[in-house]
Protein backbone atom coordinates (compact mmCIF):
# COMPACT_ATOMS: atom_id res chain seq x y z
CA UNK A 1 0.00 0.00 0.00
CA UNK A 2 2.57 2.14 1.03
CA UNK A 3 4.66 1.09 -2.22
CA UNK A 4 1.33 2.29 -4.48
CA UNK A 5 0.84 5.25 -2.52
CA UNK A 6 4.76 6.44 -3.31
CA UNK A 7 3.93 5.23 -6.93
CA UNK A 8 1.02 7.95 -7.14
CA UNK A 9 2.96 10.35 -5.54
CA UNK A 10 5.15 10.37 -8.05
CA UNK A 11 3.20 10.49 -11.11
CA UNK A 12 1.39 13.21 -9.88
CA UNK A 13 4.67 15.16 -9.66
CA UNK A 14 5.90 14.09 -12.86
CA UNK A 15 3.20 15.44 -14.53
CA UNK A 16 4.23 18.97 -13.25
CA UNK A 17 6.48 19.88 -16.07
CA UNK A 18 7.74 16.39 -17.18
CA UNK A 19 6.12 16.31 -20.71
CA UNK A 20 9.05 15.69 -23.04
CA UNK A 21 7.56 16.59 -26.27
CA UNK A 22 7.38 18.24 -28.71
CA UNK A 23 10.62 18.86 -28.10
CA UNK A 24 11.52 23.06 -27.57
CA UNK A 25 14.97 23.64 -28.70
CA UNK A 26 16.57 26.81 -26.85
CA UNK A 27 17.05 29.53 -29.64
CA UNK A 28 18.73 32.71 -28.78
CA UNK A 29 17.68 31.72 -25.08
CA UNK A 30 20.90 34.05 -24.01
CA UNK A 31 21.13 37.84 -24.77
CA UNK A 32 23.48 40.85 -24.56
CA UNK A 33 22.33 41.03 -20.26
CA UNK A 34 23.76 37.19 -20.28
CA UNK A 35 26.69 36.74 -18.02
CA UNK A 36 29.29 36.01 -20.64
CA UNK A 37 32.46 33.90 -20.02
CA UNK A 38 35.63 36.29 -20.14
CA UNK A 39 37.26 36.27 -23.40
CA UNK A 40 39.63 32.97 -24.25
CA UNK A 41 37.82 30.76 -21.41
CA UNK A 42 37.10 27.65 -21.75
CA UNK A 43 33.13 26.53 -20.89
CA UNK A 44 34.81 23.39 -20.00
CA UNK A 45 37.35 22.10 -17.56
CA UNK A 46 38.27 19.28 -16.15
CA UNK A 47 39.65 18.81 -12.46
CA UNK A 48 43.61 17.55 -12.60
CA UNK A 49 43.48 13.98 -11.78
CA UNK A 50 44.13 12.99 -8.25
CA UNK A 51 43.82 9.53 -7.49
CA UNK A 52 43.13 9.63 -3.45
CA UNK A 53 40.75 11.61 -3.20
CA UNK A 54 38.68 10.65 -6.43
CA UNK A 55 39.13 6.69 -5.03
CA UNK A 56 37.73 7.90 -2.15
CA UNK A 57 34.85 9.56 -3.56
CA UNK A 58 33.93 6.86 -6.13
CA UNK A 59 34.91 4.01 -3.61
CA UNK A 60 33.57 5.22 -0.37
CA UNK A 61 31.33 8.89 -0.68
CA UNK A 62 29.31 7.94 -3.17
CA UNK A 63 28.27 4.36 -2.27
CA UNK A 64 24.71 5.62 -0.71
CA UNK A 65 24.06 7.51 -3.93
CA UNK A 66 25.40 4.26 -5.87
CA UNK A 67 23.22 1.90 -4.32
CA UNK A 68 19.77 4.08 -4.40
CA UNK A 69 20.50 5.23 -8.13
CA UNK A 70 21.57 1.63 -8.71
CA UNK A 71 24.15 2.81 -11.35
CA UNK A 72 28.42 2.36 -10.34
CA UNK A 73 29.25 5.52 -12.72
CA UNK A 74 27.60 7.67 -10.19
CA UNK A 75 29.79 10.27 -8.78
CA UNK A 76 32.33 7.98 -10.03
CA UNK A 77 34.55 11.13 -10.52
CA UNK A 78 35.82 10.25 -13.88
CA UNK A 79 33.98 11.54 -16.98
CA UNK A 80 34.04 10.26 -20.26
CA UNK A 81 34.92 12.23 -23.39
CA UNK A 82 31.29 10.61 -24.75
CA UNK A 83 29.64 11.99 -21.47
CA UNK A 84 31.39 15.48 -22.01
CA UNK A 85 30.57 15.33 -26.08
CA UNK A 86 26.95 14.90 -25.47
CA UNK A 87 26.73 17.52 -22.43
CA UNK A 88 28.69 19.98 -25.40
CA UNK A 89 26.38 19.10 -28.08
CA UNK A 90 23.12 19.86 -25.82
CA UNK A 91 24.38 23.06 -24.52
CA UNK A 92 25.35 24.21 -28.37
CA UNK A 93 22.05 23.21 -29.66
CA UNK A 94 20.27 24.81 -26.72
CA UNK A 95 22.07 28.32 -27.66
CA UNK A 96 23.78 27.89 -23.80
CA UNK A 97 27.30 29.28 -24.93
CA UNK A 98 27.71 31.25 -21.39
CA UNK A 99 27.16 28.25 -19.25
CA UNK A 100 30.32 27.37 -17.24
CA UNK A 101 30.93 23.05 -16.90
CA UNK A 102 33.02 22.19 -14.67
CA UNK A 103 33.81 18.47 -14.63
CA UNK A 104 35.42 16.95 -11.66
CA UNK A 105 36.68 20.41 -10.99
CA UNK A 106 36.83 22.24 -7.33
CA UNK A 107 36.94 25.69 -8.39
CA UNK A 108 36.13 27.52 -5.46
CA UNK A 109 38.19 30.94 -5.57
CA UNK A 110 36.65 31.26 -9.51
CA UNK A 111 33.35 30.28 -8.30
CA UNK A 112 33.30 33.00 -5.65
CA UNK A 113 34.42 35.36 -8.74
CA UNK A 114 31.63 34.30 -10.91
CA UNK A 115 29.24 34.75 -8.04
CA UNK A 116 30.48 38.24 -7.74
CA UNK A 117 30.43 38.86 -11.06
CA UNK A 118 26.96 37.63 -12.16
CA UNK A 119 24.95 40.67 -12.37
CA UNK A 120 22.08 38.37 -14.14
CA UNK A 121 21.05 37.89 -10.72
CA UNK A 122 20.08 40.03 -8.07
CA UNK A 123 22.54 41.27 -6.01
CA UNK A 124 20.48 40.91 -3.13
CA UNK A 125 19.86 36.87 -4.03
CA UNK A 126 24.26 36.64 -4.47
CA UNK A 127 24.32 38.16 -1.28
CA UNK A 128 22.35 35.72 0.61
CA UNK A 129 21.17 32.12 -0.90
CA UNK A 130 24.73 32.73 -3.27
CA UNK A 131 26.85 33.07 -0.86
CA UNK A 132 25.38 30.11 1.71
CA UNK A 133 25.62 27.86 -1.67
CA UNK A 134 28.98 28.64 -1.74
CA UNK A 135 30.18 28.26 1.55
CA UNK A 136 28.52 25.27 1.72
CA UNK A 137 30.55 24.03 -2.07
CA UNK A 138 33.72 25.48 -0.42
CA UNK A 139 34.08 23.04 2.97
CA UNK A 140 32.32 20.77 1.45
CA UNK A 141 33.86 19.92 -1.58
CA UNK A 142 32.01 17.93 -3.94
CA UNK A 143 35.47 16.54 -5.62
CA UNK A 144 35.38 14.32 -2.30
CA UNK A 145 31.81 14.06 -1.75
CA UNK A 146 30.42 13.97 -4.83
CA UNK A 147 26.58 15.74 -5.93
CA UNK A 148 26.05 16.84 -9.39
CA UNK A 149 24.54 19.88 -9.61
CA UNK A 150 23.45 23.22 -11.48
CA UNK A 151 24.49 26.60 -9.11
CA UNK A 152 21.74 29.03 -10.64
CA UNK A 153 23.17 31.67 -8.98
CA UNK A 154 27.04 31.58 -10.66
CA UNK A 155 25.39 29.70 -13.71
CA UNK A 156 27.91 26.51 -13.43
CA UNK A 157 27.24 23.24 -13.85
CA UNK A 158 29.29 20.95 -11.56
CA UNK A 159 29.52 17.24 -13.35
CA UNK A 160 31.11 13.96 -10.77
CA UNK A 161 28.95 11.25 -12.68
CA UNK A 162 30.02 9.64 -16.04
CA UNK A 163 26.27 9.58 -17.22
CA UNK A 164 25.29 11.35 -20.25
CA UNK A 165 21.25 11.58 -18.43
CA UNK A 166 22.76 13.43 -15.53
CA UNK A 167 25.19 15.80 -17.68
CA UNK A 168 22.22 16.66 -19.57
CA UNK A 169 19.89 16.95 -16.71
CA UNK A 170 22.07 19.47 -15.13
CA UNK A 171 22.34 21.10 -17.90
CA UNK A 172 18.95 21.23 -18.40
CA UNK A 173 18.33 23.52 -15.39
CA UNK A 174 20.25 26.00 -16.94
CA UNK A 175 18.07 26.33 -19.64
CA UNK A 176 15.63 26.55 -17.42
CA UNK A 177 16.66 29.20 -15.73
CA UNK A 178 18.00 31.14 -18.79
CA UNK A 179 14.92 31.24 -19.96
CA UNK A 180 13.79 33.27 -16.47
CA UNK A 181 13.62 36.75 -16.59
CA UNK A 182 13.96 37.04 -12.61
CA UNK A 183 16.69 34.80 -12.45
CA UNK A 184 17.55 35.10 -8.37
CA UNK A 185 14.00 34.67 -7.80
CA UNK A 186 13.21 31.73 -9.54
CA UNK A 187 16.28 29.80 -8.50
CA UNK A 188 15.67 31.27 -4.31
CA UNK A 189 11.53 29.75 -4.93
CA UNK A 190 12.93 26.00 -4.39
CA UNK A 191 13.00 26.75 -0.27
CA UNK A 192 9.50 26.61 -0.87
CA UNK A 193 7.58 23.48 -0.57
CA UNK A 194 6.59 21.71 -3.77
CA UNK A 195 8.76 24.08 -5.88
CA UNK A 196 11.87 21.92 -6.06
CA UNK A 197 9.56 19.33 -7.71
CA UNK A 198 7.99 21.49 -10.42
CA UNK A 199 11.73 22.42 -11.41
CA UNK A 200 12.88 19.05 -11.28
CA UNK A 201 10.11 17.69 -13.34
CA UNK A 202 11.36 20.48 -15.76
CA UNK A 203 14.89 19.62 -16.21
CA UNK A 204 13.94 15.99 -16.17
CA UNK A 205 11.21 16.39 -19.05
CA UNK A 206 13.73 18.27 -20.96
CA UNK A 207 16.84 15.82 -21.26
CA UNK A 208 14.04 13.06 -22.02
CA UNK A 209 12.69 15.20 -24.84
CA UNK A 210 16.45 16.04 -25.85
CA UNK A 211 17.25 11.85 -26.46
CA UNK A 212 13.77 11.23 -27.64
CA UNK A 213 13.67 13.85 -30.36
CA UNK A 214 17.04 13.05 -31.03
CA UNK A 215 15.64 9.51 -31.43
CA UNK A 216 18.46 7.99 -29.29
CA UNK A 217 16.55 4.80 -28.48
CA UNK A 218 19.28 3.07 -26.02
CA UNK A 219 20.24 7.02 -24.41
CA UNK A 220 16.27 7.23 -23.74
CA UNK A 221 16.38 4.06 -22.16
CA UNK A 222 19.02 5.31 -20.02
CA UNK A 223 17.56 8.09 -18.74
CA UNK A 224 14.27 6.84 -17.32
CA UNK A 225 16.66 3.86 -15.31
CA UNK A 226 18.42 6.81 -13.92
CA UNK A 227 15.92 9.97 -13.71
CA UNK A 228 12.79 8.20 -12.67
CA UNK A 229 14.45 7.47 -9.67
CA UNK A 230 16.47 10.14 -8.89
CA UNK A 231 13.21 12.22 -8.99
CA UNK A 232 11.76 9.25 -6.57
CA UNK A 233 14.89 10.94 -4.06
CA UNK A 234 13.60 14.60 -4.96
CA UNK A 235 9.62 13.64 -3.82
CA UNK A 236 11.14 11.84 -0.63
CA UNK A 237 13.61 14.82 0.40
CA UNK A 238 10.57 17.50 -0.08
CA UNK A 239 9.51 15.38 3.28
CA UNK A 240 12.53 14.36 4.51
CA UNK A 241 13.82 18.24 4.78
CA UNK A 242 11.10 19.36 7.65
CA UNK A 243 11.78 15.96 9.87
CA UNK A 244 15.61 16.16 10.78
CA UNK A 245 15.48 12.04 10.71
CA UNK A 246 19.03 10.30 11.17
CA UNK A 247 20.79 9.75 7.83
CA UNK A 248 20.54 6.61 8.13
CA UNK A 249 16.72 7.11 8.10
CA UNK A 250 16.76 9.51 4.78
CA UNK A 251 19.27 7.14 2.95
CA UNK A 252 16.33 4.24 3.84
CA UNK A 253 13.19 6.56 2.76
CA UNK A 254 15.36 7.75 -0.33
CA UNK A 255 15.73 4.58 -1.60
CA UNK A 256 12.05 3.37 -0.83
CA UNK A 257 11.01 6.39 -2.89
CA UNK A 258 13.34 5.37 -5.52
CA UNK A 259 12.57 2.30 -6.26
CA UNK A 260 9.16 2.77 -8.15
CA UNK A 261 11.12 4.65 -10.37
CA UNK A 262 13.73 1.31 -11.14
CA UNK A 263 10.24 -1.14 -12.01
Given amino acids: ?90 LTENSLNNVKVRLNQQAALDEWRRLIANSEVGAGWRASLGTITLIFYTIIPGRLVGGDHYNPYTNTISLYSDHKAIALHEAAHAKDLARRKHKGT ?64 DYAIQLACAIPGHI
Avoid at 196 to 217: N, S, V
Wanted: proline share 6%; with cysteine; net charge negative.
Fill in 1 to 90: MRLRATAIVLLLTFSIGCAAVPYEYGRAIESDKTFKLPPGESQMERGKPCWLLDAAGHYIFSLPSKLILWNWRVDNHDISTETEEKLKQY
Fill in 186 to 249: YAALRILPIVPLHQEGIATGDAIGYDKDKRMAEDEKADYKILYPAYGTYVAGEGLRWLGLPILW
